[in-house]
């Protein structure tokens, strides 16, 4: 059968025209009539190719490109219109049907979805976004009918428009550098986004019903790889990558990017937990494969959002402020049980299905975590979110979770996100809104001793108890009488007025943020009986900024850096020795810092000039080392006095040794009953007084 004539008029080369040849005779027959205009025919055509002679029916393909390359987007859709766009629709979904059933090719040769989408995108993309125009809802307002529904259904227009970007970010790696650097497709990227965030139920318009899964559940779970590959770095660092706020200005701002990523994180983690028990624990069963798209999902989401966190202040800032860590404590707790089941060693080991691949999506979602509180500014309010939302109950199900058939030969445990994550919350155990979340939840931590329970994960399981001795610490520090007694009696020495009977009096010493006092009187009184000199020392206990965290938190600070160095005396003596040779010009200046920032605290001795964030060059400090020495029952061996390096999240901070501060500004003052007479008169060193 002769193509020629037809295939010129549409540009058919002879090799594509030869290669048609190879068809039933009575597809030949359809195909001529496709390429002479019969849309009817086209249709046909692309109900011709299946799965099983995939690789026969690729020659259709330039059949679909001619056609889509002969027709124009029209400006505006009428009668005469109309045909010319349902021939772009089944043209569209007949290369959608080739590149999502054509087997990859070898090594060397593009990919289908390259040669068939990629490499034609400026045929495809003017269609695709046409649909999506005229044949989807409006993207914020699901609810209203599409303007041309009459044209092609919400079903097969989500198809046209979402599964190309599917298989572009799964198989092509030139396409999803066009996905990074073109600012059209990341617009349209962006709104199909919101659209299929913002769609209610499974089923769409148009659904023939031929399957039970869930479309708009596996659409939403697969789209989460299309909007993460549009924000992440390209494989190539020569190429170039748009910058994230192009993509969240695409979306229509901060709020809709993170009101929608909670959303999808919220449904399909839904999704997941409603997946059934499989029946089989084989790679072709059907609620495996499910569990593996929802895990996928989850796990792009979890990237996306630790992206956006990391690149933009305002969605870090956003999405803390929406509850985005409970969001992903709670996503994590609901499949946890689901993923770390062990079948058998096809299964376990798989390495889409496998459970390695499974438990990335707990690594991702721990890995934001982590990088929320490392990132933030208030580190503590994200310590408390995480607690509050039961993040140690559910790190302690991943220790306790059953295996499958009581297995005990165990896969690789992968990447330590869980431990590091562990390690980091306990980094934020000494302030005081911390250990008030600790207290709440802990009748819940303790429901069940831990040795009574299977350890699956022995290494989490260490981590976990270590974690929880620390949490009985803090407790036990906040609980010392009289607590932060600087906080709720007046500094004033012996003056026994609580804080509660003077708050709208209530007078702060500007210098140090430490002291309260009743009355001026008794900030007089303190000031010439000794609060002169521990002002700026005290000052230096709170921080450069005199965060309120570290000023209600000055006993739990103070009660961890007893202990710590009380329980490393060794390793302190050990320390000293070395600094003492290392800096034998400062053997008389030497300071012991406790670095609380990692888990298990660690002890440097060093001068004291070299501390970051600490004015050590001030002569006060000889003669500060000097009172303690004198003041002390056991003073410090070989150093001048301790410090503490804390962080609120981003932020790290030197503190002069709270434990001491407190002991030598206050309890002096606390204890005395005689008052310094102080002459009315002497004012001019007083310190201002603060609110």
């Known amino acids: 059968m002769s193509f020629a004539a037809v295939g010129s008029s549409l540009r058919l080369s002879a090799g594509e025209t030869q290669a048609l040849k190879s068809l039933p005779v009575a597809t030949q027959i359809t195909a001529k009539r496709a390429l002479q205009g019969s849309t009817a025919d086209l249709g046909r055509l692309v109900d011709y190719i299946s799965m099983l002679n995939s690789a026969r029916y690729c ?17 505006y859709i009428n009668p005469k219109t109309i045909p010319a766009i349902m021939r772009a629709k089944w043209s569209l979904m007949g290369l959608v049907k080739i590149s999502t059933v054509t087997p990859s090719t070898s090594e060397g040769e593009d990919d289908p979805v390259t040669k068939y989408i990629v ?42 428009c979402i599964t190309p970007l599917s298989l ?21 990227v962006a709104q199909l986004w919101i659209l299929i965030g913002n769609l209610q139920g499974d089923v769409l318009q148009g659904d023939p019903g031929n399957t039970t899964d869930g479309l708009v559940s596996m659409l ?36 809709p990017v993170v009101f929608t990523l909670l959303r999808y994180i919220r449904r399909i983690t839904r999704d997941a937990a409603a997946v059934e028990e499989p029946r089989s624990w084989t790679t072709g069963d059907r609620s495996i494969k499910q569990l593996h798209l929802y895990t996928v999902g989850l796990h792009y989401s979890f990237e996306f959002i630790k992206v956006i966190s990391r690149q933009d202040v305002s969605c870090r800032a956003q999405l803390i402020r929406q509850g985005s860590i409970r969001t992903v404590v709670d996503a994590i707790a609901q499949i946890l049980p689901k993923i770390l089941v062990q079948a058998n060693k096809e299964l376990d080991f798989h390495p889409q299905l496998g459970l390695a691949g499974r438990q990335n999506v707990l690594w991702s979602g721990y890995a934001y975590i982590a990088s929320a509180i ?44 869980d431990i590091e994550l562990l390690f980091l919350l306990a980094t934020f155990f000494m302030y005081h809104r911390v250990v008030d979340s600790i207290f709440r939840h802990w009748f819940r931590m303790q429901s069940a001793p831990m040795e009574k329970r299977e350890i699956r994960d022995k290494g989490l399981g260490v981590a976990l108890e270590l974690v929880l001795t620390s949490t009985i610490d803090a407790m036990d520090h906040r609980s010392v009488e009289p607590i932060n007694f600087h906080e709720y009696r007046c500094s004033g020495p012996g003056c026994p007025m609580c804080t509660s009977k003077f708050v709208s009096k209530k007078r702060r010493c500007a210098g140090c943020l430490v002291s309260i006092y009743c009355s001026e009187k008794c900030q007089r009184t303190a000031w010439h009986n000794g609060h002169k000199k521990w002002c700026q020392v005290l000052r230096c206990t709170v921080g ?11 006993q739990v600070i103070a009660g961890f850096e007893t202990s710590e160095i009380t329980g490393m005396a060794k390793d302190v003596e050990s320390r000293v020795r070395e600094a003492q040779q ?72 030197t503190l002069f040794s709270p434990s001491t501060a407190l002991r030598m500004a206050f309890v002096g003052q606390y204890f005395s009953d005689d008052e310094v007479s102080v002459d009315e008169d002497e004012i001019d060193d007083s310190k201002a007084l603060g609110d």
């Open 119 to 160: 490499r034609k995108w400026d045929e495809v993309y003017p269609w695709m976004r046409f649909f999506a125009r005229n044949c989807l809802p409006p993207p914020y307002d699901v609810s209203v009918t599409p303007p041309r529904p009459d044209l092609c259904n919400v079903f097969d227009a989500a198809k046209l």
């Open 168 to 188: 572009i970010c799964t198989q092509s790696e030139e396409g999803r550098h066009l996905l990074r650097s073109s600012i059209s497709v990341q617009h349209f």
């Open 374 to 417: 490392r990132d933030a500014e208030d580190g503590v309010t994200c310590v408390c979110q995480a607690i509050d939302a039961g993040l140690i109950q559910t790190l302690e199900k991943g220790v306790v979770c059953p295996p499958h058939a009581n297995r005990r030969d165990h896969p690789t445990r992968g990447r330590l996100g």
């Open 544 to 554: 450069p900024w005199g965060s309120r965290d570290i000023r209600k938190s000055l």
């Open 582 to 653: 290392q800096f034998p010009a400062f053997r008389d200046k030497l300071v012991l810092m406790l670095d609380l920032t990692v888990y298990p605290p660690e002890v440097h001795v060093l001068p004291v000039h070299k501390l970051e964030q600490f004015p050590g060059d001030d002569p006060i400090w000889p003669e500060i080392a000097d009172e303690i020495r004198q003041r002390s029952d056991s003073p410090p061996k070989g150093y001048m006095f301790s410090v503490v390096k804390v962080h609120l999240g981003k932020s790290k901070f």
């Open 59 to 75: 020659c259709l393909a330039p059949i679909f490109h001619a056609t889509l390359d002969s027709i124009q987007v029209p400006n």
């Open 220 to 255: 939403r779970a697969s789209f989460a790889l299309t909007n993460h590959v549009c924000v992440s770095e390209s494989e190539d660092p020569d190429k170039i990558t748009l910058p994230l706020s192009s993509y969240i200005q695409a979306a229509g701002g901060v709020k």
